[in-house]
Structure formats: structure tokens, C-alpha cells
RNA sequence: GGCGCUGUAGCUCAGUUGGUUAGAGCGCCGCCCUGUCACGGCGGAGGUCGUGGGUUCGAGCCCCAUCAGCGUCGCCA
């Protein structure tokens, strides 16, 4: 007897004698006929239980949603003017001869069997009911397909995956580190690594040319709902390449997944921008290219103008940036004013707005809009009547900043930012290193291996923040994907990125030493990126939240609502770790 | 840590200016029903209104505190 999932039965199996296996998502029971829709991860199938198949049938009477049964009978044509063509397997039904039952099951603690919304909290705690719902199988089957595709094509380009340690060292910069108490060397400490990037740059030390890992990384930073604090990279490191080398087999790796998983055809090449275009051109290192609404420096337009913001910015060497809100001129004054209350959100000191209505133009400052000012605004914007103008005035950095998140924000107004259209792009050319606004300090824009641009190591010492890295950033839909970088393969030079950060030659000796001795036995050139798994998944599939695509994420509290974890631990297990919590007498 | 939204039946929600006995749909329980597929019909059970305090003759509703969930800023090499 062959044994079918719920989804897989259709014409071909009719007159032949199944088992089928599966959870009872919903009894339709007339008394003397009873239809059990069963479920499984495939589908659902329609078993009928008529008096002929009696005991079958007596017990089909008792059936509850989500009990465990098997059923054993033979798959035939529904009859004619019964099929159900919103149901993949509607055209036949099973005709029940045994029932067994399995496991019944309690009344769930919300609806399995509907798509509804429920509570985050309730579908978490009780995630094993949550990953029976259609939505969520969708989901990590998408995964798994798009994981399976990505093990192919590096497989089929001479990749090797290798798994690197969970258990590593703690690194004080950047993200705050997971620490584990290690027993065998009482007040020490591993960490879990945020990415296993010196890992698998000592792999390309060791001569094993090109890695790849599905590789889970860990971060204790506050929740997001696209932050985990464990979360899924495609991670990649290849020997002898440069930046074009690596961009291009990850960018023909998207193309081939992508094809793989859903079937959709991306565009290539990606387009490519510098990290100053994308923020002249989109105030952001991550544009959304879905739609156009490009920022427009709009200082020489308002050259000679007598409003004072704008006269003072340009006079002080600031920016004036316009934007083309499309449609926006219908908005009602209390819709202008929350735009400008987001502008402030987004750091901006004001906003102004022009409407460009039908029957007129409005605008707080109209009085310092004369014709030839507005006609130009207009031209250069792409603006038409029944649009609106936002203009912000500020720093340059500031005023692309806050003019790129309006962007987004007037783009989700007018509906364009179509989560069914894939738009990638490279972003590329970043500066190697930033101001940390607290401390003065500078700090790496990605992190410290990442190599300065031809001819920009000398930039470091002299002027830091003009130097540019062989840093590239892949993004899709306004999200960033992943970074890479060319390595740093020079001890000298590393040396100096270390002191440029402002480490002394004793830390670095404490804290990448063994980096540093490696590179002096024999280390190639170097480069590589990682992607964000579960971002990629999310896009793909459409979802709001990063936890639908992970089978058992956490809160924002960081708890897993499910296993009640964290947990306190007993006095015992502390002391055996030779740790006391703070506060507690000893 | 800050800010915002939410919390009423198992689930999703409604609940008027503070006023008698807190409602609906779905689900659940019982009975009936041979072609349903959100089956249908009849009947029924089910509520510390997140928690604590306050104001008031009287609080689901107003005030304060607190907890929880989500969003967001900070944070996120």
C-alpha cells in the first residue's frame, strides 16, 4: 500500500488503495457522512467516512481538530458537480476503510486551521501549532530551497563548506559579544562569534582557496523585527581575487538562487554606485530601487533667495535637498504636518513642503517662491501638478540623511515600494573609517581587515576620514544584504589600521596577535562577503518580520517564549563555573 | 535606557458622556443531519475587563504605578 502526503494525491491516483498520515484540520459531519480535511506539510486531502465503512465510520464521529490519524482506503473521483477547485487535490477524495487514531489532541490555543492574526506572544509560545499553519511551511520550505541552491552553485564553483568553531574568542569591538564561561580555565571566557571572519580568513592562510559556510552568528544587541541575536549568513572568503572577482560570482550567485528558488529572472548586471552617488543621489548607503524620486541638490536654484534657512544653510556650506512626494499635493494640512514631524524624527530641524495643487500652489514659504524659482524646483524634481515638493536644509550628510528616509516614507505613501519586485544593487567606495559621535574616535565603517583603497593607506594617518575602502555592500529593496571586503593581507598594514583606531601595540599583540603572526608564514590575497540568510528569506517571501522565516526565533525581549529561555541556573552550576551574580552574599 | 501603540470569553474584536445583568463572530460542549468543503439546524457552557493602587455614590471606561506583546530611537565590527 503506498503511503502519500496530504498535498500529493490527483487523477492518477484514482482507484488505488493509500495510507495517509496527518493532523485533522476540520470535521464536516453530516451524521451519516462525515468529511475530514487531513493536513499535512504538503496540503490537505478529503477523506470521506460513509456507514459501509463502519467501524471507520462510528469513530470518524469522534474525531477532533488537530488529532493524529491514519487512514487507509482507496482514492476516487469526487462526484460530479462536488469537486473543489480552491483545493489543490479537489478533484478526488479518499474513501476511508480503516481509522486509526493516533494522538488526540486538546483544543488548540488559537486557530491552526485559519489564517488569522494572532497574538506574536501566544503563536511564540506555542510555535509547534504556529508551524503547522500553511504561512509558515511556505516559508521554511522557501528556506530550505533557497539554502539547497545556495550549497549547489558553490559546490559547482569548487567552494568548500567548512565549519568553523562556536566557541571562540571575545573581540571588544564592534557588536557586544555572547560570552560563555569556560569551566576548565575558571574566570575566562569564550565568546560566540558575531561572524566567523578571522576564522575563515586563517582558512584562506591555510591554502584552502575558497570558503563557504551557512553559519550561524550571534550578537547580544537589542531586538528588531529584522535583528535576531542569532542569525543565518551565506559566508564567503576566496584567495587570489579582487573586489570585482568576489562581486561577480555573488552577484551571478543571486541570479542563479534567486532563478532556483522562485523561479523569477533577476536583471543583471547589478547596478553600481558609489557610496557618495547613492548618498547624493538617494541619501542612503542602501538605496531602494524599486522607484525613482531621486533627492535634487536644489542650492542653486534657491541661490539668491531671501528665505533665511535656506540663505543661511548655503551661506555656511550646508545642503538644500528636494524631493517629489508623487500625488502628495492632496494631503490635508494635518498630513503635512505629520510629514514634518517625521522629518524632525529623522533628524531634521524643520521641513518645508510645497503642494503643487490644481488650483494652486501652497506652501508655508510661498512668499519666497516666485515663479521662476518654482518652475525650476518643478523641472528638476520631475514634479507635475498634484505632487508635492519636500525640501530639507541642513549639513550636507544631515539633509541626504533625513531626504532619504522621507523618500521612503512619501514612496510608501504613494504604494511604490512593491514588495512582489526584486531590486538589487552594489553599493561600493565606502570611507574606510567613521567618526564615533561619542568618543571622537574613529572607528572602522566595516571592520578592521577591511583594506584601504589603492593609494588611500597613506590617508589613514593624514586625513582618516577621506580614505576610501575595497568595501562593497550588497542591497536589495533598500535593505542590505551583506558586506565584503578585500582583506588586509600585510602585517605592517594591519599594524597601522590597528593604531589608526587608536589600539596600543600591546592590545593588538592581546587580541589578534595570532592574526598577525599567521600573516608572516605565507598568506595570499584575499577577499569575500557574507549575506543575511534570513533577510534574503524575508524578501523573498514577503514578510513584515524576520521571525516568520526562522522556525524558533526570539522576542524582543530576547526570550524564547516556547522554552522559557534565558533561565536562572542553580548555585551549583555558578559555582562549578567559579561565577556569583552581583549582589548575591557569598 | 527613551518614546509610541496594544492588552475585554479559548481566538479575533466591539463596548456610547463614568450608570442596571459586559456583547458579537469564530471556536468549544450536547442533540439532529448522506455530498460537504468557512457544511447546515436546534440548544448550551464560558469573563479576576493584564496586575496593583487611586478618584468617585458608582470604573472595562478617568488618574498613577507596574507587567507583558509589538513598533521605534539609542545600540547593531
Redo the contacts with the bound molecule.
Sequence with gaps: MQRLGCGAIDRSHIGSHVEFNGWVN????????V?I?LRDRDG?T?V?F???DSPAFEEA?SL??EDVIRVRGAV?A??A????P??KT?EV?V?ALELQVLSRSE?????VN?D???????R?KYRYLDLRRPRLVRNLTVRHKYLKAVRDFFDANDFLEIETPVLIKP?P????DYLVPARLTRGSFYAL?????ILKQLCMVAGLGRYVQIAR?F?D???????QPEFTQIDVEMSFVEQEDVMRIMERMMIETFERTLGVTLEKPFPRLSFGEAMRRFGSDKPDLRFGLELVDAGAIFAGTEFAVFKSTLESGGAVIALRWPGGAASSRREFDAIVERAK?H?AKGLVWIALGADGVKSPIAKFLDGRTLMALREACGAQSGDAILIVADKTPTAQGVAGKLRLDVAERAHLRDPKSFAFCWVSDFPLFEL???TGHW??????FTSPAPGHADLMESDPGSARALHYDMVLNGVELG?GSIRITTPELQQRVFHALGMSNEEIQERFGFLLEAFRYGVPPMGGM?LGVDRIIQIMVGE????DVIAFP????G?D?MLEAPSPVTKANLEELGLRLAGEQR
Design positions: 476540520r470535521r464536516r459531519d453530516h451524521g451519516g457522512l468529511f480535511d490537505l478529503q470521506v460513509g456507514p459501509e464521529h477532533r481538530n476516487r469526487r462526484p458537480g462536488t469537486e473543489n480552491r483545493l479537489g477524495e474513501q483544543v488548540p490555543p488559537f486557530p485559519l488569522e492574526d494572532v497574538d506574536e506572544g501566544l511564540l573581540t569591538e564592534g557588536a557586544r562569534p558575531q561572524s566567523p571572519q552568528c550578537r544587541e537589542d531586538l528588531r523585527s529584522d535583528r524624527e533628524g564615533d559621535e561619542e572607528t572602522f565603517t566595516h571592520h578592521p558586506s557574507a513584515s518580520s524576520i521571525r526570539k522576542n524582543q525581549q526570550r517564549l
